[in-house]
């Protein structure tokens, strides 16, 4: 199993950034590319080369799964595994959001000591998949 | 600092920068409530306010504040049902109104546990002024003596002789440093381990300096792994390990280090501005080079980082301006750039600057970078201004200073007093002891006067055994008590030279600007001639200003 350590998280909201950020950074020992939107997102994301993408649901303009779908679109993120986070937890969603490709969902609020085991875990199990 | 620590540190940080952020929001979404109620333009209102509280939804939980997240979960519902159901719109909306009324006293009643509630520990002096000094020694004898100088020296010393109860011993205090002997042969040594453990938990290390019998590499890794800040082999020389023990309180209470950014991406600029804050860095950024030589001057930086493209200037020649200026050759310039070919920046650092760190960069590469080339610069020159031999000014400086105090006790009608000091019957130890043992003597009050005296005051080494010190906010009749007082710890100090054991004194002269004249046209001479009565009238003597 390759190793998880580049992470693109785009997020319009500048305190989960940051919170993420140190949470993925200092306890994950990740390397993590911030982007502000899904346009600066899919701007960096192919230079950047992500192991995993964490993407926003709800964000102005582009929205996660329309990002999601035009990362898609890079032949570099082709298969690169996407994580949607969002504040909405009604299990169709989670469901919804694995049928457009995403391999989990984690949930706001979350806790910033946990958020790297999270992705983690996710990473793993997508990798036991694939 | 460990992961977790620097983490807590981090997240209560950034937690008191949501605070902010909501103390500001919260009453933004008050006044849209109240828009809520002019009924005509509801539409736009309600879909900002749904986004909002989304948002806040996800946020709020985050960072603690857990009753507020689901409270504006809540109303992102309520919100949303006004949207899309118009019977229940005007029920609907009255609660959403309320609901958000509510909200920023919400936060006031929020008080989200904080991830780090405990205070930086700090090596800052007790209630009578003296650094605590934890000593863990088998050898009592070498307990004694350490205790004994280190108290000349000012400071409180505790000595334990068993190991066992050092953990126990260092959380009952607050200690500023641990002495720690590990030698192979004794229990200190068996002590690193959960002495490695315990320093993990803290939020700033402990310093620690090592003494041993073992001089070999492996005993120097071990001992750096437990914090150690000094090692010393034995016999020790307790000068030297005083002169480290206080270095290594200073590296603690040093300014921030300053770190200019040219990029002529503002942008990107104010990134790099909050990583670097976040760590504890100042920043300033220069967005137009043209400006940046009047930059430097005004902010003295210790590291320049310097984005090399930009449009009419590159970062080379900027780089090869500031290094034009002899008083900026000492400063590290690092570019920042998306170049990594490596030839091509091999060129670069051939004209000038010292590092590249190529972009995408991730925080953590950049905070390490910096830090480390501000870490060093500062190093290297409080070096370059500083007697190589106490670490005091040097003469030029020492005498601007008492010019400086002197215009300003004028200025301000504050008393300043002027103190020369010189070490009685030098010669003599030079010539019976050797050069090396009249150079710990030296070393040896340099250390106690600034142990003794306040942080205000300023000490410089005035030639080879003579001292200078400017006492600010300080009356003749006060410097001279507190002069007495050194005089009597120096001359209780042990020195040795082979088995000879022997104590030296000094002889010191004041002079003070000071009500009711305000009148001192040569400070350094009147103190020099008070000097010269005291070495008169015997040594071993302070001579102060004579009432008038």
Redesign the interface.
């Known amino acids: 199993m390759s190793q998880l350590q580049r992470i693109l998280h785009i997020e319009d909201d500048p305190s989960i950034q940051e919170i993420a950020r140190i949470a993925l950074e200092v306890v994950g020992g990740f390397e993590v590319k911030t982007c502000d939107g899904g346009a600066a997102g899919l701007a960096v994301a192919e230079a950047f080369a992500p192991d995993l993408v964490l993407l926003d649901v709800m964000m102005p303009g582009m929205d996660g799964p329309q990002t999601l779908e035009r990362l898609r679109e890079l032949p570099g993120l082709l298969y690169t595994p996407v994580v949607f986070m969002t504040a909405k937890v009604q299990s169709q969603e989670v469901e919804g959001y694995r049928a457009l490709g995403a391999v989990g969902v984690i949930t706001k609020p979350f806790d910033p000591m946990q958020l790297a085991a999270e992705i983690r875990a996710l990473w793993e199990q997508w990798n036991v998949e694939h | 600092m460990s ?1 977790t620590e ?2 807590k540190a ?2 209560a940080e ?1 937690g008191q ?2 605070r902010k ?1 909501l103390e500001q929001e919260l009453p933004q979404l008050v006044r849209q409530a109240e828009q809520l109620q002019d009924a005509k333009q509801v539409e736009p209102v309600l879909q900002q306010l749904q ?1 909002q509280l ?2 806040l ?7 603690g504040h ?1 009753a507020l ?1 689901e409270r504006a ?1 809540e109303l992102e519902q309520l919100a949303k049902r006004c949207l899309t159901d118009p019977a229940a719109a005007g029920e609907a909306r009255k609660r959403l109104r309320e609901g958000l009324c509510q909200l920023p006293q919400l936060l006031n009643q929020s008080r989200p546990e904080p ?1 780090d509630s405990q205070p930086l520990e700090s090596a800052l002096p007790d209630e009578q002024g003296q650094q605590h000094i934890l000593m863990l020694e088998h050898d009592p004898e070498l307990a004694r003596q350490t205790s004994q100088t280190l108290s000349n020296f000012g400071y409180r010393v505790t000595t334990l002789e068993q190991a066992d109860s050092l953990i126990a011993q260092l959380d009952s205090d607050q200690y500023a440093a641990l002495i720690i002997d590990i030698s192979p042969e004794v229990a200190g040594h068996q002590a690193l381990g959960a002495l490695q453990h315990w320093q993990a938990g803290r939020n700033t290390p402990l310093p620690v300096i090592a003494i041993s019998t073992d001089s070999a590499f492996a005993a120097r890794l071990e001992a750096v792994r437990a914090g150690a800040r000094g090692f010393f082999t034995k016999p020790v020389d307790l000068t030297v390990l005083e002169n480290r023990l206080r270095r290594s309180f200073e590296v603690q209470q040093d300014d921030p280090f300053r770190v200019l950014v040219v990029d002529d991406d503002q942008e990107l600029a104010e990134r790099f501005k909050a990583i670097l804050d976040n760590a504890g860095m100042r920043v300033e950024t220069v967005l137009d080079p043209a400006q940046l030589l009047k930059r430097m001057n005004a902010f003295q930086p210790d590291v320049v980082l310097m984005d090399i493209n930009m449009p009419n200037y590159s970062g080379i020649e900027l780089a090869q301006m500031i290094r034009l200026n002899d008083n900026w050759l000492r400063v590290p310039i690092i570019y920042l750039s998306a170049e990594t070919d490596t030839v091509a920046q091999m060129a670069a650092l051939l004209k000038a600057g010292d590092d590249f760190v190529s972009k ?1 960069i ?3 590469a950049l905070l390490t970078t910096v830090y480390a080339r501000a870490q060093r610069a500062r190093l290297v020159s409080e070096a370059l201004a500083r007697d190589s031999m106490t670490g005091l000014l040097k003469h030029a400086d020492i005498k601007e200073q008492v010019e400086l105090e002197v215009e300003r006790a004028l200025r301000t009608q504050q008393p300043v007093s002027i103190a020369m000091i010189d070490i009685d019957h030098f010669k003599s130890v030079n010539d019976n002891h050797g050069h090396a043992v009249g150079d710990t003597v030296i070393r040896a009050l340099a250390n106690l006067l600034r142990q003794r005296l306040r942080r205000i005051d300023r000490i410089g080494r005035y030639g080879g055994e003579e001292f200078v010190a400017v006492l600010p906010n300080c009356a003749a009749a006060d410097a001279k008590a507190i002069l007495d007082s050194i005089r009597e710890a120096f001359s209780a100090l042990q020195f040795s030279s082979g088995s000879k054991l022997f104590q030296c004194t000094f002889s010191a002269g004041i002079s003070a600007c000071e009500a009711p004249d305000w009148c001192l046209d040569e400070p350094l001479e009147l103190a020099d001639q008070h000097l010269y009565q005291a070495k008169q009238q015997g040594r071993n003597r302070v001579i102060g200003v004579l009432p008038s």
């Open positions: 992961n620097q983490l981090q997240l950034l920068a949501f952020r986004g989304h948002k939804a996800g946020s709020a939980g985050t960072f857990a997240g979960r991830p995408p991730s925080d953590a």
